[in-house]
């Protein structure tokens, strides 16, 4: 094997040329930067799940699995018996797990009792709200019986409110809600429930507006997205610096007439 004949010389590039690396390291750069921009997405914010569930008379407990892991987070439930009346109710799966409650002034008492809140849509559903847990019993939507009658959902028809649901993913708080359709006016008759939907924030401690499917952050649409995409810069025209980067901007401005035309 023969030795080396000694070092190699270091080839020398002229001026012209290191001008057209540069440009096009540069061009390259700028060119890469706006492509990771535009076709990276926003990470989801807000999961939304459309349902059309009908809350049966005595039917037993439907559950809600908000964020789809297989662990229920809360039961719907929609209980009516003869001569002593009818109760629509909504109860946490797990023991962490809270429910938005309001006071009510009947339910058979003299005084105001803790019931499920009917949260209007719009409305803001966190951290500083009213969640308990109710010692795992659940809170009433709406009661009807000789005693008396009481709750948040009562004495509607065809209305639509939200639940506001406080629970936890990994031993973090998030918060959702679930979307119920009542008639609770059909007299002698079961109260009338329909589960339309629930949704709940992916980040922990965030509040979630009622109603809302996706959040400010969430991945959207764009008009570049149905309309015609520019024709990407070739490496070669990169390579040819400033003239090149001028005849592929003649190229896309040709194209985008063509398109308008």
């Known amino acids: 094997m023969k030795a080396s004949p000694g070092p190699r010389k270091t080839a020398s590039l002229s001026e012209s040329i290191h001008q057209q690396l540069s440009m096009y390291a540069l061009a390259a750069s700028a060119a890469g930067v706006g492509t990771l921009c535009f076709a990276m997405p926003a990470e989801a914010r807000i999961v939304y799940t459309p349902a059309h569930v009908a809350i049966k008379a005595n039917g037993g407990l439907f559950r809600i699995d908000l964020n789809h892991d297989g662990t229920p987070d809360f039961g719907l439930s929609n209980r009516s018996a ?26 058979g008492t003299s005084f105001p009792v803790p019931v499920a809140a009917a949260v209007p849509k719009g409305k803001r559903i966190g951290p500083k709200r009213d969640f ?8 009433v939507m709406a009661s009807d019986s000789k005693t008396g009658s009481c709750g948040a959902w009562f004495g509607q028809s065809d209305f639509q409110a939200y639940l506001g649901l406080k629970f936890t993913i990994k031993g973090k708080i998030h918060f959702g809600w679930a979307r119920v359709k009542v008639d609770t006016q059909r007299q002698d008759e079961p109260f009338s429930a329909i589960l339309t939907g629930y949704a709940y924030e992916t980040i922990p401690g965030k509040a979630i507006i009622a109603g809302a499917t996706k959040g400010p952050d969430d991945a959207e649409p764009t008009a570049a997205l149905s309309s015609q995409t520019p024709e990407p810069t070739t490496l070669g025209a990169l390579a040819l610096g400033a003239p090149g980067l001028s005849i592929w901007r003649r190229k896309e401005s040709a194209a985008a007439a063509l398109a308008a035309n």
């Open 82 to 107: 003869l001569y002593q009346g009818n109760a629509l109710l909504v109860r946490p799966s797990q023991p962490a797990n809270e429910i938005w409650l309001t006071n009510s002034n009947a339910c």
């Open 132 to 139: 308990q847990n109710n010692n795992g019993f659940g809170a």
